[in-house]
């Protein structure tokens, strides 16, 4: 169990022994070692100037379900050694290693995905091998396959996908638009796709995801701009989204369930990287064709899906939108069921659920008196039972985001950031977007919006269409989007939660590696935040980007 120095990783190979008693087809076995190659991105290695490297398995507590420190030693940075030990047996089991400096502070972290290993467990579904990407703090890397270190790509570009965190870790990533027809990002209909695949944090790729039946384009539908939720028993619901009919766009009314627990993942050495799950069609169908929506689990198992537009073409080169304030509840027995309206016709808008199982709706377009597209300030709680007013932002705001953040003492609220403050419709009767905003302000659902803690902080820019990522700290990280002018911008920050109002943490030291909007952001098992996908029209003629990097993010 010695650990070598590689060059090509710059990295710790540690050698990691897990209990013995585990049973396989042959019977009985000792134990197995699992070897854990830690690799880093080229110029940013952290290896070099750290001064120790912590290396930690986690798991979760039986009898608690809380997450547990299995095991942890530290090692000289450069001793390229590093034996656990035997690690005892736990669900959730995670490797997760820090490079320190020479005070011991975290100048670098990353983390395997979550793996059973119990006494039960058969040797095939243990992992051989276990790659960790470290990347430094405060900066944003490109995105690297761990077999060969090039950057890591989508199987196409894409805008308008659906993503959702997998139990163990993985990122589900669905659908979307592989082509834009212009700078404002409106997408090629006949070009929404069936798309799915997996992001996978140890081997660094996008695993293309097959049918059961081994066919590509799993997805049931061609689906944009729809919604992909985690439920409770691991299945995710893809909901809604545009579609295309004859090359013509037209708004789904449908919906369908990915099966976690029956896919068939591909070992990190398999020579095809395919993934085998299915996509189930939901029976029922949503009362109202919707995209642009939002869909919030809650307590209870629900999930709450809310407003959206209705799109169509009317006529070649014509569109019709209606904005929509119907909303459905989708559970596992019963499907789709209509349910309360809410106060004001939404889409662009958030949905964010509050510790008491409420969930917050803030802004987004509506139509006004005549018909045409106003972006909203106002928003609305749903209490299980219907829709209650809670006034208004300080700012109308659609496309931004608001996150459940947390202060220092452990309150939780909603940090809301960004967003546009004005729409019109173009000739053909899509939706323009202007007016960015850079003000920054708080929901505490003690006291509500409060105008005096709404703020632009100092290098706080004008943005929309970015991404709002929570991270483990309770704090908030702002990636990407469009600035004024409608520029795609490289901004990354993360915003800190105070009663006296927001503020920044930081900046990091290096920013987006590519300037993209109307992108992914999805936090990685590690804590790091991987950033995917969207579109760059600052030259004219619009790229659809099939690149990611990553965001670590100060602890």
């Known amino acids: 169990m010695q650990t070598r120095a590689k060059a090509t990783r710059a990295a710790l190979i540690a050698a990691v022994a897990l209990a013995a008693g585990g049973a396989s087809a042959a019977g009985c076995h000792p134990g197995v070692d699992v070897d854990v190659t830690v690799y880093t991105a080229g110029a940013f290695d952290v290896f070099g100037a750290a001064d120790k490297v912590r290396v930690t398995a986690i798991g979760t507590d039986a009898e608690t379900g809380a997450r547990e420190i299995l095991k942890s030693r530290e090692y000289g940075a450069n001793s390229g050694h590093a034996t656990l030990g035997l690690i005892p047996f736990s669900e959730g089991m995670q490797i997760r290693v820090e490079t320190l400096d020479t005070s011991g502070n975290v100048t670098g972290y990353g983390a395997s995905l979550l793996h059973d290993i119990l006494k039960d467990t058969p040797s095939d579904d243990i992992p051989v091998s276990v790659f960790v990407f470290v990347t430094p703090i405060k900066t944003v890397v490109p995105a690297l396959r761990a077999s060969d270190q090039l950057p890591t790509t989508m199987p196409a570009g894409r805008v308008g996908m659906a993503t959702a965190v997998l139990p163990d870790g993985r990122i589900l990533v669905t659908g979307g638009a592989v082509m834009a027809t212009d700078t404002l990002g409106h997408i090629d ?73 029956s896919c068939s993942f591909p070992s990190p050495d398999a020579i095809v990287q395919t993934a085998l799950c299915a996509f189930i069609p939901v029976p029922t169908l949503m009362s109202d064709a919707r995209a642009h929506h939002t869909a919030t689990l809650r307590d209870d198992g629900s999930v709450l899906i809310a407003g959206g537009t209705f799109e169509q073409v009317v006529m070649p080169g014509s569109f019709d939108v209606t904005f929509l304030n119907t909303t459905e509840l989708y559970t596992r027995a019963n499907g789709f069921a209509a349910a309360a309206t809410m106060s004001d016709e939404r889409a662009y808008h958030t949905a964010t659920l509050l510790p ?71 000739p053909m009767g899509r939706t323009l977007f202007s007016a960015p905003s850079a003000l920054v302000e708080t929901y505490d659902p003690a006291v509500g919006f409060n105008p005096m803690l709404a703020r632009v902080i100092p290098g706080m820019v004008q943005i929309a269409e970015h991404t709002g990522t929570t991270l483990p700290s309770g704090k908030v990280a702002l990636l990407g989007g469009k600035t004024g002018g409608g520029l795609p911008s490289v901004f990354a920050i993360t915003l800190d939660p105070s009663p006296m109002g927001p503020g920044f943490l930081s900046d990091p030291s290096g920013v987006l590696s590519t300037p993209r909007a109307t992108h992914g952001a999805e936090l990685l098992p590690g804590g790091q935040v991987l950033i995917f996908g969207g579109f760059n029209a600052s030259g004219g003629t619009p790229i659809v980007y099939n690149t990611a990097e990553v965001y670590t993010p100060p602890l």
């Not at 509506?366 to 106002?378: C, F, I, K, R």
């Not at 299980?384 to 208004?392: E, V």
């Open 189 to 261: 209909p006949s070009t929404i796709a069936r798309y799915a695949e997996v992001f996978d944090a140890e081997s660094g790729r996008f695993v293309s995801i097959a049918d059961t039946m081994a066919m590509l384009n799993p997805l049931n539908a061609p689906r944009a701009f729809h919604t992909a939720t985690l439920l409770p028993d691991n299945g995710v619901l893809i909901a809604g989204g545009l579609t295309q009919q004859m090359g013509m766009l037209s708004t789904l009314t449908s919906g369908e369930v990915f099966e976690f627990d």
């Open 356 to 426: 008491s199982g409420d969930v917050l709706v803030t802004g987004g377009i509506g139509a006004d008196g005549v018909g045409n597209p106003e972006v909203l300030a106002s928003a609305e709680i749903y209490t299980g039972t219907g829709w209650t007013g809670i006034g208004a932002m300080s700012t109308p705001r659609a496309y931004h985001t608001a996150n459940l953040a947390t202060y220092a003492d452990g309150t939780q609220v909603v940090l809301v950031a960004g967003g546009y403050t004005t729409a019109s419709f173009d």
